[in-house]
């Protein structure tokens, strides 16, 4: 049996997917004060968690409504089972791969400033507003098993509740894609501790052939760089 893996962690302004360095540039006009939805309306509930009082770094946590069933603009991407928010905002699980939200906020500037003074906006309202951009990426298993077991393990004690939802989203240890193309299986899992982010595990199963995965990089990035050393 062999087994390879990789992480994905929160690494500044740079996303790590599957061995993969994706270095996506921000492709939406920036505006002010008012975010753009990130594709689907149930996500405003859970974006933004920066820390980490409820120890959502390390646990998945089942979609019971709060992500919404799919990722409006990206359907295709199939329905969302599981999310990982302890990146500041939410890694879906669907069952054809991934969906990474990202947003960056900055302050507006100085001549932003100077133009809201004239207007008789307030000093504390101008130093509240920030310029927020989303976006999103896809990570997609090309030509899987369209609807693979998915199996999740290792329930924590801790659950998530959410103000308009009924009901306790459970979070996991672990997830396991079964049989995501023949005789290969993907575990999604924590293993350092310190750090915010997961990996994922391939497990190739005797006489099946590795040559089957195929990732396939979509959402809105501009350039994808190899990592130098990836180990196999």
Partial sequence: MLLTSTRLSDSGRRSCLACIYIIAFLLLTPFISVSQKP?????????????????SRYRFVENIGQYGSVMQGYESMGTILYGYEGLGMPVLFTNKGLIHLQRKEQKISHEEEKRLEKQGVSEEEIENKRIVTDRVITMEWAGANSNPEMIAEGQTSMYNTYATLQGKARGYKKI??????????????????????????LVVHPGADLNQVKLVFGGQLKKIRPMQKATW
Avoid at 43 to 54: H, I, P, Q, R, S
Avoid at 176 to 201: M, R
């Fill in 176 to 201: 396991t894609w079964k049989n995501l193309y023949p005789g290969i299986d993907a575990v999604y899992h924590f293993t350092e501790q310190s750090k915010a982010g997961f990996e994922y595990s």
């Fill in 39 to 55: 594709a689907s309306a149930a996500l405003k509930a859970v974006a933004g968690k920066a820390d980490d009082l409820f120890g």
